[in-house]
């Protein structure tokens, strides 16, 4: 089945540096994927909806100025936590659209990354 | 706005027993409603789906009914193996199923099976 490989897995950094987590569809073209935040104990939130070659779509109380989303290629979609903070630390995944005629299910999510920021 | 609520975890259960995971959902309109599986080191599968009222999703021994009147959309299974040790989540989506829109999801209900 198609697969969404997300990078890194968990990342620790200190806090005001800028980290950068990727997703990539494999083995398909992804025009639209999804970024969500969860907190400990805490539900799956969007946060955004990137969309190959244009601005991406933020929820409400989203900061898009903090949270840079990318995605300038179908395969890659990347989100950067920029000035990172405590308050920042999360569960973040994505997924991925798969808009292909041969696709029976259509999202994909990849395994999540942990942050961590001290 | 749409909303989703599972029951908290852990659940630990012996090889063999009988799940439950309870789901309750909130929506204006009339969602689709997803179980997605996580196993260890694993992003987010589709373990099973139901479109509209009265649907039965079901895959690998899992099973789950659309019930409108209750707004709910448990999980069960007759017998667990120790390899369903995972996280569950149920999930809605407003816009038609099978379309890769972007879903509401519950908080995640962790699943222990011993042997």
């Known amino acids: 089945g198609a697969v969404v490989s997300q990078h890194p897995s968990w990342v620790i950094c200190k806090s005001g540096t800028s980290v950068k987590i990727e997703c990539r569809s494999l083995?398909?073209?992804?025009?639209?994927m999804f970024w969500y935040r969860q907190f400990p104990k805490q539900s799956l939130m969007l946060m955004a909806t990137?969309?190959?070659?244009?601005?991406?779509?933020?929820e409400q109380g989203v900061e898009k100025d903090k949270f840079l989303i990318n995605h300038a290629s179908l395969t890659l979609s990347t989100l950067t936590v920029t000035s990172a903070h405590p308050e920042d630390s999360s569960f973040y995944i994505c997924?991925?659209?798969?808009?292909?005629?041969?696709?029976?299910?259509?999202?994909?999510f990849g395994s999540g990354t942990q942050l961590s920021v001290l | 706005g749409d909303s989703v609520t599972q029951m908290e975890g852990p659940v630990t259960l012996s090889e063999e027993a009988f799940l439950t995971i309870n789901c309750t959902y909130t929506?204006?309109?009339?969602?689709?409603l997803f179980w997605y599986v996580q196993y260890p080191g694993e992003g987010l599968q589709l373990l099973l789906k139901?479109?509209?009222?009265?649907d039965k999703g079901s895959n690998k021994g899992f099973e789950a009914t659309y019930r409108k009147e209750t707004t709910s959309f448990h999980l069960e299974k007759g017998s667990v193996q120790v390899s369903d040790s995972a996280v569950y989540f149920c999930?809605?989506?407003?816009?038609?199923?099978?379309?890769?829109?972007?879903?509401?999801f519950g908080k995640g209900t962790s699943l222990l099976v011993t042997p």
């Open positions: 990137s969309n190959e070659g244009s601005k991406a779509t933020y």
């Open positions: 929506a204006t309109g009339y969602p689709s």
């Open positions: 997924s991925a659209r798969d808009n292909s005629p041969r696709a029976n299910e259509k999202l994909f």
């Open positions: 999930a809605l989506s407003d816009r038609p199923s099978n379309s890769g829109y972007a879903l509401n």
């Open positions: 139901a479109t509209k009222a009265d």
């Open positions: 083995d398909f073209q992804a025009t639209t």
